[in-house]
Nanobody, 129 residues
């Protein structure tokens, strides 16, 4: 079992920055690929960014490329999402998620929400125009 706790959300003006954090407990953190997803009001949950267990591979949805950076610190069992040049369209509840990579290897990651085994409680990001 893995417990994930998201934090770092808040209210920011367009063009501003925020860094989200997600701390995991329970199992060996490096055995999990991590992802960030978001859900805006009235919309489905969507993929934002993912990082492999080793941290060597990352992937972003097109709308956040060059603005968001995902990283992880396996020694601290934490994953981060640094968000810059925020836009009102980025407003959503952001969730971190963990996917076991025991059968896939350290370089595996996923963009598919249904493949993730554990989820954080979510943190609200609101970007005002």
């Amino acid at each position: 079992q893995v417990q994930l706790v998201d934090s770092g959300g808040g209210l920011v003006q367009a063009g501003g920055s925020l860094t989200l954090s997600c701390v995991a407990s329970g199992r060996t953190f490096s055995r999990y690929a991590m992802g960030w997803f978001r859900q805006a009001p009235g919309k489905e949950r969507e993929f934002v960014a993912a990082i492999s267990g080793s941290g060597g591979n990352t992937y972003y949805t097109d709308s956040v490329k060059d603005r968001f950076t995902i990283s992880r610190d396996n020694a601290k069992s934490a994953v981060f999402l640094q968000m810059k040049s925020l836009k009102p369209d980025d407003t959503a509840v952001y969730y971190c998620a963990a996917k076991s990579i025991i059968y896939y290897g350290d370089n595996h990651y996923s963009t598919t929400a249904t493949e993730y085994n554990y989820w954080g409680q979510g943190t609200q990001v609101t970007v005002s125009s």
